[in-house]
């Protein structure tokens, strides 16, 4: 029979190595939406991705990225400002 200790250590290495995993895909993940994604409707759509998934600050910062390659793109200004003022 396996020692109890040795279950709580394995499942403690386990949720250690999915957290990292976690962590490292969603960076990269953010790092290349923000790298690949330059046309304004990429950006947008991204976005939009981001809210239905409950995450408004990386949408936020997605628009303000894309605001800094299309400064005057209004659909841009226009979703910022939207999440911007619900705050």
Do not use: C, W
């Not at 409707?41 to 936020?60: D, M, P, V």
């Amino acid at each position: 029979m396996t020692n109890p200790i040795e279950m709580i250590a394995a499942g403690i290495l386990v949720a250690v190595v999915l957290v990292g995993t976690y962590a490292a895909s969603n960076y990269f993940s953010r790092r290349r939406v923000q790298t690949d994604f330059t046309e304004p409707e990429e950006i947008l759509t991204a976005a939009n991705i981001y809210l239905k998934y409950g995450r408004k600050q990386h949408a936020i910062d997605l628009l303000e990225h894309g605001l800094e390659i299309n400064p005057a793109h209004p659909a841009l200004q226009e979703a910022l400002g939207k999440l911007t003022a619900d705050n």
